[in-house]
């Protein structure tokens, strides 16, 4: 077993909602897990090397909780129209390689992907934990679960029915998926429905949330419109994707049902500001139309101390697998009034509980694994700092180096991304 000591580092210590200075983090690279944090660079243990982080800020690696790794964000603009079959297997395959290693680069450690064609998040699943591919851990929904024309119908199961529902989750369970995602509303990137617009009836939400926790699994509700989130939130669901319209009573119904929100910002920034005239018409409409309704809405639940855990829809249109996940933080500061920490918080042991891995992910803390990421600058006093340069570390190991060509690439993408409103 080698045993590294880490010294001198700023830790990211989400009690004190600060770093904390002259830390040593001791990492078993043998399990990939951290065996003590503490003041000082003495440690009781016996180590194998020391690797002096001074003047380095070590936070937990970023988990995002709500991306498409089957989607590439620029083949829609590539393509320019709504897709009217879903792309083959075998792209969505290579779809998804190539944006599981632009995550890990950016420092992304953990994602839950909650919608894959064709369940492709189970197997990428497999690739990754076997040291194949390279990438973030994945939880995994495999395909989504729409009704019979609904959203993102395409690529989910459509189920319509209670008893179609339970058929479905089960089913999907016994597939080997993490999570259960059901597109409760309807949404932006569909043809002919409105984030008003409620698709599942409360029973089959009900009995899909049901069936998910009976296995012990999370369940993820896409819910938009009002009174489709409130029927989501009464139906037991651990997450609402992209909430575009909490109210006081949703908020009180949240804080009964220690329900999170997975805000998803950056996917209507990014087709706000880049979409004209590539994303189709009918669905840039909506986000215009929706935009800051949606923005107001997380702000209310941010002032009202709902938790919130860090997604951002990556695989839509300009939101992909770079640098968005860090500029989503800056979303959270510059739009939806959280402080630098409150932000920090969301993408590492929020999202942690969000996913129940709370015990061993989302803190830099003994018995954690050791996924970490490490900047020269300090994110609390600069949100952005994130989308710079970065170290990443998984189990313990660097996996990416700072200074590189898909840093550039990536701090490229998020320009194109910037503030108009
Ligand atoms: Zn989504």
């Known amino acids: ?71 590439m964000p620029t083949y829609w603009w590539q393509s320019g129209k709504e897709k009217r079959h879903p792309d083959s297997r075998e792209m969505c395959t290579m779809f998804a390689i190539r944006n599981m290693a632009d995550a890990i680069a950016n420092g992304v450690t953990y994602i839950r992907n909650v919608g894959a064609e064709f369940d492709i998040d189970i197997e990428i699943k497999k690739m990754q934990e076997k040291g194949w591919i390279k990438g973030p851990k994945v939880m995994t929904s495999g395909r989504s679960f729409s009704i019979t024309g609904g959203h993102d119908s395409l690529s989910s199961y459509e189920v319509d029915g209670v008893e179609e529902v339970r058929k479905g989750v089960r089913q999907a369970l016994k597939n080997g998926v993490d999570n259960i995602k059901m597109m409760v509303t309807g949404g932006v990137l569909k043809k002919g429905e409105t984030p008003d617009e409620i698709q599942f009836t409360a029973p089959e939400a009900r009995v899909a949330v049901c069936e998910a926790h009976n296995k012990g699994k999370t369940a993820a509700a896409h819910a938009q419109g009002n009174a489709g989130i409130k029927e989501a939130i009464a139906a037991g669901f651990d997450t609402i994707e992209h909430a575009f319209d909490i109210d006081d009573e949703a908020i009180a119904m949240m804080k009964d049902h220690g329900t999170i929100i997975v805000p998803t910002m950056n996917a209507m920034y990014a087709i706000y500001n880049s979409g004209r005239g590539v994303v189709p018409d009918w669905a840039r409409d909506k986000v215009v139309l929706n935009i800051r309704k949606h923005f107001a809405s997380i702000s209310k639940a941010v002032q009202a101390g709902i938790p919130i855990a860090m997604g951002t829809d990556a695989g839509t249109p300009f939101n992909g697998f770079q640098n968005e996940s860090a500029y989503e933080l800056q979303l959270y500061v510059e739009k939806a009034g959280m402080t630098t920490a409150q932000a920090i918080d969301t993408a590492t042991i929020n999202s942690a509980k969000a996913m129940h891995v709370d015990q061993e992910y989302g803190r830099i803390a003994a018995g954690n694994y050791a996924d970490f990421i490490v900047t020269t600058k300090n994110p609390i006093k600069d949100i952005k700092v994130l989308q710079g340069d970065k170290d990443v570390y998984q189990n313990g190991q660097r996996v990416h180096a700072q200074t590189t060509a898909e840093q550039v690439i990536g701090s490229r993408v998020s320009e194109k991304i910037r503030a108009i409103f």
């Open 1 to 71: 077993m080698t045993v590294i000591n880490y010294t001198n580092a700023a830790v990211y210590n989400h009690d004190k909602q600060d770093f904390v200075f002259n830390q040593h983090i001791v990492v078993d690279e043998e399990t990939g897990k951290i065996i003590e944090v503490g003041s000082g660079s003495a440690t009781s243990r016996s180590y194998d090397r020391i690797v002096d982080f001074h003047g380095q800020f070590v936070m937990p690696g970023l988990m995002n909780i709500h991306t498409h790794i089957t989607d």
